[in-house]
């Protein structure tokens, strides 16, 4: 059973850091795509970033326009923990950010009905 456990949101201001961590406390997530979705009050909950397994320990990152650049996404299948550092952040990106995870590669990773799995979300806000 996969359960994800989102950590690390927060307040920050505009041009700050924060990087999110979210921990599958229920088995090794390796052969899993996973990725950062964020929903703003009265907006619907969009793709951040993705990475889509590939084979073996080989996963490909994607990330949506407005965050390339500032946003890394990384996993350390070992701690069974997917990462999301959030650098120049703007009042923009104020959001809750959930992680979701999917067994395979084969999925339309930036649509939230790709994912099987969520977390319940982390509160990010940047003041301006």
């Known amino acids: 059973q996969v359960q994800l456990v989102e950590s690390g949101g927060g307040l920050v201001q505009a041009g700050g850091s924060l990087r999110l961590s979210c921990v599958d406390s229920g088995r090794a997530f390796r052969g899993f795509s996973m990725g950062w979705f964020r929903q703003a009050p009265g907006k619907e909950r969009e793709f951040v970033a993705a990475m889509r397994w590939m084979a073996g320990s080989i996963y490909y990152a994607y990330y949506t326009d407005s965050v390339k650049g500032r946003f890394t996404i990384s996993r350390d299948d070992v701690k069974n923990t997917l990462y999301l550092q959030m650098n120049s952040l703007k009042p923009e990106d104020t959001a809750v950010y959930y992680c979701?995870?999917?067994?395979?590669?084969?999925?339309?990773?930036?649509?939230?009905?790709?994912?099987?799995?969520w977390g319940q979300g982390t509160q990010v806000t940047v003041s301006s």
């Open positions: 979701a995870a999917s067994p395979g590669g084969n999925l339309d990773y930036t649509s939230r009905n790709a994912y099987d799995y």
